[in-house]
T-cell receptor, first 112, second 110 residues
Framework: GAGVSQSPSNKVTEKGKDVELRCDPISGHTALYWYRQSLGQGLEFLIYFQGNSAPDKSGLPSDRFSAERTGGSVSTLTIQRTQQEDSAVYLC??????????FGPGTRLTVL | SQKIEQNSEALNIQEGKTATLTCNYTNYSPAYLQWYRQDPGRGPVFLLLIRENEKEKRKERLKVTFDTTLKQSLFHITASQPADSATYLCALDPFGQLTFGSGTQLTVLP
């Protein structure tokens, strides 16, 4: 039974470049979440997908951030024109209901 | 605005003692509250969920209480061990997505 996987595990990019972060949730989980965690900080909610409903994008910090979930499974978080303040660990989680969430190991993004 | 506070950024206790972590919230009426553990470089791992109509929940050496009047949850680890050292996060679900506290870093000293 595979857990939530994320790729890449580390990403270093230059300011102004676009990046794509991938999340493979646990098979059968209907809900998928993206969070951001800056060094020594708590988790900041970004976006939430539930089944076929429109995603809750209320946590996206700017219009440079977007996310898709294809076929109700894999999700991609895209950050356009990256800025240094985007440097953080991006965590994905999935769940069967709105209860317990299963987290991936995260992608550490560094914007130079 | 909604706010979740965890009692302290860091807590050090001696092995064998009971660790007590606090989570306070304002302007929420959550249906349930969750506690997670996070180790360095890893994603959080779910520990316990307690519903608004439950006063207390236990799992092995863990105990969680939930006081909706005080808007507070207490998380206890009894007979603490160095392996319990980690950051512990509480999380609430006001609108279908979890909102996390900033966490308490627990260190259990041998």
């Amino acid at each position: 039974g595979a857990g939530v996987s994320q790729s890449p595990s580390n990403k270093v990019t230059e300011k102004g470049k676009d990046v794509e972060l991938r999340c493979d949730p646990i098979s059968g989980h209907t809900a998928l979440y993206w969070y951001r965690q800056s060094l020594g900080q708590g988790l900041e909610f970004l976006i939430y997908f539930q089944g076929n409903s429109a995603p809750d994008k209320s946590g996206l910090p700017s219009d440079r951030f977007s996310a898709e979930r294809t076929g109700g499974s894999v999700s991609t978080l895209t950050i356009q024109r990256t800025q240094q303040e985007d440097s953080a660990v991006y965590l994905c989680a999935s769940s069967w209901t709105q209860n317990e969430q299963f987290f991936g190991p995260g992608t550490r993004l560094t914007v130079l | 605005s909604q706010k979740i506070e965890q009692n302290s950024e860091a807590l050090n206790i001696q092995e064998g003692k009971t660790a007590t972590l606090t989570c306070n919230y304002t302007n929420y009426s959550p249906a349930y509250l969750q506690w997670y553990r996070q180790d360095p470089g890893r994603g959080p791992v779910f520990l316990l969920l307690i519903r608004e109509n439950e006063k207390e929940k236990r799992k092995e050496r863990l105990k969680v209480t939930f006081d909706t009047t005080l808007k507070q949850s207490l998380f206890h680890i009894t007979a603490s061990q160095p392996a319990d050292s980690a950051t512990y996060l509480c999380a609430l679900d006001p609108f279908g997505q979890l909102t996390f506290g900033s966490g308490t870093q627990l260190t259990v000293l041998p």
